[in-house]
């Protein structure tokens, strides 16, 4: 339901707050003092904790590439990467889901309770829910956590 949203914007951002006039004006900029209106490009692909989450699971994963900076767009770009096997979408959709939703409740610690992660926890928790995502949904997955942490592509079947 989080992902429907997000790819509809349909989440309570500032922006969508804004229009929806439950939000006054001056209020509608990035909590992050990015100066910048809080999208929903912006706070799950641009704002700087975010853009350097997604550079860590690009490292991550040893891929390259430059994603787009729209949410549907990107969501696509990753999740159905040019040049790997079919195989790997599926977990390539969990990863994109786990860093969307550690994107989400990082914000939302920041706004509630004025606690914000590094990006570098952030990749632990998209580590650890892809993951765990990964073991319950896929019966045939039978990599360990350490497995999936130092070779994510091997475990999803992309040998180089």
Known sequence: ????????????????LLRRNILHPTTSLCVASCDVVETTSHLFLTCGTSFILWSFVWFWLGL???????????HLHFCYMTGLPRCTHYFLQA?????????????????????????????????RNSFLWMKA???????????WWIH?????????
């Open 1 to 16: 339901m989080f992902v429907w949203r997000l790819l509809r914007n349909r989440l309570p951002t500032r922006d969508n």
């Open 64 to 74: 390259y590439s430059v994603p787009p900076n729209e949410i549907r767009d990107h």
């Open 137 to 147: 949904k896929h019966i045939s997955f039978n990599y360990s956590c350490s497995d």
């Open 95 to 127: 990863i994109w889901y786990a860093c969307v939703w550690v994107i989400w409740k990082n914000w939302n610690n920041y706004i509630f309770k004025n606690e914000a992660s590094h990006s570098f926890a952030l990749l632990e928790k998209v580590k």
């Open 152 to 160: 994510p592509l091997l475990c999803m079947g992309v040998h180089h």
